[in-house]
């Protein structure tokens, strides 16, 4: 089991749906980020929150909107997705923003659009 | 523009049969490599961070080295389970993102 927990595992939704992603971490890590990961690629990184605030958003569409509650919750807001945004969602945390710290990834959203 | 790129991209060994993957990167002002395992449906699970040239880290069947241009995973007398993507990934002093690359597939063939 990994320490960092998502929320669903799986999720199936319309074009036209809003849902959430959820994330929740209790190791006292105060960065935290979201990754999209396509079949047989590396995980593609969308958005990182450093002390709850906003610090990297990767030219992501707007259709995505992260949100950051306190420092052990992460989420993703979703609005009308496409079909080409069906992916494996993965959250990560590190123990702060600084580059030399590894990041623990939760088990990922397997996300489906029709 | 800071490039990671693994060799080779897929892998068949016997079981016993030792080998080692390949990651090379190109950066600037390296602060981390950094290795990840990944099982098909899962995150990545982190195994080791190396900061500088001649550091080594080993876990159990699992051994990284890091040169100034490269990281090689020696995997010793693997076993099944030792089947996944393998992950690396790099830090710079100049971006909070891990660069990846593209990952080895490693089936360990009983």
């Known amino acids: 089991d990994t320490e960092v927990t998502q929320t669903p595992k799986h999720l199936v939704m319309g074009m036209t749906n809003k849902k959430s992603l959820k994330c929740e971490q209790h190791?006292?890590?105060?960065?935290m980020y979201w990754y999209k990961q396509k079949a047989k690629k590396p995980p593609e990184l969308m958005f990182v929150?450093?002390?709850?605030?906003?610090?990297i958003n990767e030219s992501v569409p707007s259709r995505f909107s992260p949100e950051c509650p306190n420092s052990s919750l992460l989420n993703l807001h979703l609005h009308a997705l496409q079909p080409e945004d069906s992916a494996l969602y993965l959250c990560?945390?590190?123990?702060?923003?600084?580059?030399?710290?590894?990041?623990?990834f939760g088990d990922g959203t397997r996300l489906s659009i029709l | 523009e800071d490039q990671v790129t693994q060799s080779p991209e897929a892998l068949r060994l016997q079981e016993g049969e030792s080998s080692s993957l390949n990651c090379s990167y190109t950066?600037?002002?390296?602060?981390?490599l950094f290795w990840y395992r990944q099982d098909p449906g899962k995150g990545p699970e982190f195994l080791f961070t190396?900061?500088?040239a001649g550091e080594e880290k080993e876990k159990e069947r699992l051994k990284a080295t890091l040169t100034k241009k490269e990281s090689f995973l020696h995997i010793t007398a693997p076993k099944p389970e030792d089947s996944a993507t393998y992950l690396c990934?790099?830090?710079?002093?100049?971006?909070?993102?891990?660069?990846f690359g593209p990952g080895t597939r490693l089936s360990v063939l009983p």
């Open positions: 190396l900061y500088s």
């Open positions: 950066v600037s002002g390296l602060r981390g």
């Open positions: 190791m006292g890590h105060r960065a």
């Open positions: 929150y450093s002390y709850e605030k906003l610090s």
């Open positions: 990560a945390s590190s123990q702060s923003g600084t580059p030399d710290q590894p990041q623990h």
């Open positions: 990934a790099v830090r710079t002093n100049y971006g909070q993102n891990f660069v």
